[in-house]
């Protein structure tokens, strides 16, 4: 059975400065919650987009 759900092709990065130590901190949080920095960062994009787009209409 085919999943019917279009897959989202990761064809671009995003690159940030930020203080090593938060980076480390956060990185290891996320170790921690058996997730990816990566991972969290695509959730926040996302949530961030979709309120955005909330607080327009």
């Known amino acids: 059975m085919l999943d019917t759900k ?7 990065q995003l690159v940030i400065r930020i203080n090593s ?3 480390d901190q956060f990185v290891s949080l ?3 919650l058996d997730t990816s920095a ?3 960062i695509r959730r ?6 979709a ?3 909330e607080d327009n209409n």
């Open 44 to 49: 926040f994009i996302r949530q961030f987009l």
């Open 6 to 12: 279009k897959v989202k092709k990761k064809d671009s």
């Open 30 to 32: 996320c170790e921690e």
């Open 51 to 53: 309120k955005q787009g």
């Open 21 to 23: 130590t938060e980076r």
């Open 38 to 40: 990566a991972r969290e």
